[in-house]
């Protein structure tokens, strides 16, 4: 049996029990090409309602491209194009009736790179909503998305102040807490730990174990320690090596997050997870 | 101690090739410096004594004792506004087009980029003489202050195009990205977050066109700039410009004159001190460290 570095006992929270399973993402033949070459092909998987779903694997195996074809923000890139389906509670999130605008109104994305407005605090959290034009209280859905991002303690007395005087772990809870301020109904999040110290790690991690009790979140993550501690399900993604050259991300394997890490069924998830290879 | 070892192998030599360079480079700079240092010093001394209240509120004349150059001043200061006008809204949204919505693969896009990069480089003269066929003659505008600022807007148009593209693209595209991912439009991600953070940048590119703009003669003198102006400018009537005005007292024969001259290129001096400092302390004041 594979040599599991993780240590699967910190897990707090076990997935919840299989009955439960409603399927919110239905991803079926996905893949995504830049221009000529393909990033992705053939993932077809299912996300679930009130998991955490991480998408690990090695560096090129399209694992960000995948999370960014579920709020459609490929769509920025001109080259981009997207084949195969995904449905989102059954409707086609790339129907041609489908408004991207909408799609993201409902699915929000928390980056790997903190990318707080360069505003204050408040406006921060408040462009969301500000934009969509929401009815009701600013200060009281500001608020609201603070205490659910764990931020509201240390901004609440200088909500005015410049988003970029916080720390690198308070941006990202911020940029979790704008996200949240629009209230989605998923949380994607591109690696939103990878450029954290250990301990703001940790309080984004904690954050996801809260979130995942109203939201559904998918989280790419390089960390396998991460995917261990966070995920319900766990996807691993891996590199092919197309005839001349050219590397396409493939799904190897998707499964419970501790069958992936205690008795992965293929070879290569093994390697990876026991560190001999990536 | 030997002082010819390994690690001191070499260093004698490159020791004086960067001398010889740090010479050259303190050279450049002094011929820079001295050159305009002595022109400014000559002006400064001829002119000074001539920056009175007659220079500003007195028509020219052919006296030189009485003679001012409110006309110039005015209508310097009116097309200065004017240009303003015209070319912040054209050339911010070239720009933003150019930078946010045109698909670069298409061949009318790197058409327009290519032009626009080209025509910072024509020289004013045939700006001028676009202006006297096209806007004077063509449009049957007339030889008026309007044309002298249409003309001067196309001359900076580039320029002021330019900036506002290097502002718009120094914002990260992170935070489109953000902006776009909370369900903001294309207009709402351009507007809130591109427009503000670029305006900086924007704003300081625009008062450098403005005050190149404003020390510009020739085009203006090929639309008409009057040289005698003996009233105060309106935006459809003749009217001169200071640039104009220290052209044509420079070339009267008359000594006092060209200290009249040397008094008004003082006084566009300081207008143009005055907006790049301006633009400067803008530049500091509000610069994004994203």
């Known amino acids: 049996m594979a040599n599991v570095s993780v240590n699967l006992a910190e897990r707090t929270h076990e997935p919840p029990p299989r009955g439960s399973r409603e399927v919110v993402f239905d991803v079926d033949e996905l893949g995504v090409s830049y221009g000529e ?4 092909e053939g993932v077809s998987l299912e996300i679930y309602r009130n998991y955490v779903t991480a998408f690990i694997g090695p560096s090129g195996c399209g694992k960000s491209t995948f999370i960014r074809c579920f709020n459609r923000m490929n769509d920025l890139i001109p080259t981009a194009s997207v084949e195969g389906k995904i449905l989102y509670q059954g409707e086609d999130l790339y129907g041609s009736h489908v408004d991207p605008v909408e799609v993201r109104k409902l ?3 928390v980056f790997q790179k903190p990318n707080p407005f360069p505003k204050s605090i408040y406006d921060n959290v408040a462009f969301g909503p500000r934009v969509l034009g929401m009815d009701g209280s600013l200060d009281d859905r500001v608020e609201k998305a603070l205490q659910q991002a764990a931020l509201w303690d240390e901004v609440k007395d200088r909500l005015k102040a410049g988003a970029l005087s916080l720390s690198g772990g308070q941006q990202q809870r911020l940029c979790i807490a704008r996200c949240l301020a629009v209230e989605p109904e998923v949380l994607l999040m591109d690696e939103p730990a990878s450029a954290l110290d250990p301990i703001a790690t940790t309080r984004i991690e904690d954050l996801m174990h809260e979130l995942k009790r109203e939201y559904t979140i998918i989280v790419v993550t390089h960390n396998m320690q991460q995917a261990a501690r966070v995920a319900d399900m766990t996807a691993f993604f891996t590199v092919t090596r197309g005839d001349e050259g050219q590397r396409t991300g493939t799904l190897v394997e998707y499964d419970a997050t501790s069958k992936i890490f205690t008795q992965p069924s293929d070879k290569r998830t093994e390697d990876y997870v026991t560190g001999r290879f990536g | ?6 690690l001191s192998d070499g260093r004698q030599r490159s020791l004086w090739a960067g001398r010889i360079f740090r010479g050259f480079l303190y ?12 022109l400014l010093a000559q002006v400064f001394l001829q002119g000074y004594k001539w920056v009175d209240l007659v220079l500003f509120l007195e028509p020219p004349s052919t006296d030189p004792q009485i003679a001012g150059a409110e006309p110039a001043i005015l209508a310097t200061i009116y097309i200065g506004i004017l240009l303003l006008a015209f070319t912040v809204p054209l050339g911010v949204g070239t720009a933003i087009y150019l930078e946010e919505y045109a698909d670069r693969d298409r061949w009318y896009n790197r058409l327009l980029e290519v032009n626009i990069q080209n025509l910072a480089a024509v020289p004013s003269i045939v700006y001028g003489i676009l202006g006297l066929a096209f806007l004077v003659r063509g449009l049957g505008l ?23 593209r290097e502002a718009i693209r120094a914002v990260p595209d992170s935070i489109r990205q953000g902006a776009y991912a909370l369900g903001a439009t ?10 503000p953070g670029a305006t900086p940048g924007i704003a300081t590119g625009s008062i450098l066109a403005l005050s190149r703009g404003l020390g510009e003669t020739a085009p203006l003198l090929l639309v008409g700039a009057l040289t005698y102006v003996a009233f105060n400018p309106t935006v459809l009537g003749e009217f001169t410009a200071l640039p104009v005005q220290i052209y044509q007292w420079v070339a009267r024969p008359q000594e006092e004159f060209r200290v009249l001259a040397a008094s008004a290129i003082i006084v566009l001096l300081g207008i143009l001190l005055i907006l790049n400092a301006f633009a400067i302390w803008l530049r500091n004041r509000y610069e994004r460290r994203w």
């Open chain 2, 186 to 195: 294309k207009w709402q991600v351009v507007w809130r977050q591109v427009l």
């Open chain 2, 1 to 6: 101690m030997s002082t010819t070892g390994r």
């Open chain 2, 142 to 164: 007339g030889r008026v202050l309007l044309a002298g600022a249409m003309i001067l807007t196309l001359l900076v148009l580039p320029t002021v195009i330019i900036a506002a």
């Open chain 2, 27 to 38: 050279l450049s700079l002094a011929i820079g410096f001295l050159t305009l240092g002595a």
């Open chain 1, 37 to 40: 070459s393909k990033a992705l």
């Open chain 1, 107 to 109: 699915i929000g994305m």
